[in-house]
């Protein structure tokens, strides 16, 4: 994990920002979890109390409320996050939350962040997480385009069937034709697929 210390902020406890980056929504006393896995990959959850979080234009910044700690939050790009939602299911969290995915090879890939009033404050934090992402597209997202997970069998038969189409409704051969040659009505027409088996 990113850890900030105390020179990572500011007088007034704010993170010291790069200089294109600006902060676009500040949530405070947000506590924060996150999910530790160990070699059998199994998760801890591990809460570290109440704090800030500041969304900004390229990451997000917890900073913590306890004052006098040597370490006084967590930072991540904007870029790293994968995934964020609000996650209202109290089967896999105790509480309402805002879900995020880090596409880190840390320990620490799942952080929560809880806040006080969840009916409010969930939704407004969802759209500073989704605005900040905007403005960080995924360097690989344009490599990916057009990538689609298909059945190459499917399509190739699914081709093969629209030409087939396509060419009955051009080729027709005219019923005065093919009474002219000695034919009889009908026998170019297509047999029904039961009969063929």
Request: aromatic share 8%.
């Amino acid at each position: 994990m990113n850890t900030l210390h105390a020179n990572d902020c500011g007088a007034d406890g704010a993170p010291v920002l790069t200089a294109d980056e600006s902060i676009l929504s500040v949530f405070p006393s947000i506590r924060m979890f996150f999910s530790e896995y160990d070699e059998e990959d199994e998760a801890s959850v591990v809460a570290k109390g109440a704090g800030n979080l500041v969304v900004t234009t390229k990451r997000v910044v917890w900073i913590t409320s306890q004052p006098g700690m040597a370490e006084v939050g967590y930072a991540w790009d904007m870029r790293y996050l994968s995934l964020h939602a609000i996650s209202r299911d109290t089967s896999s969290f105790p509480e309402p939350c805002l879900y995020c995915h880090l596409d880190v090879e840390d320990d620490v890939q799942e952080v929560r962040f809880v806040p006080d009033d969840s009916s409010k404050t969930l939704q407004a934090m969802f759209d500073a997480f989704s605005a900040s992402a905007a403005l960080n597209p995924d360097d690989d997202e344009d490599d990916e385009e057009g990538e689609w997970i298909y059945n190459e069998d499917e399509v190739e038969a699914g081709a093969q069937m629209d030409i087939a189409a396509h060419l009955d409704s051009i080729l027709t051969v005219s019923p005065a034709i093919a009474q002219a040659h000695g034919g009889v009505a009908g026998q170019f027409d297509d047999a029904d697929e039961d009969d063929l088996l």
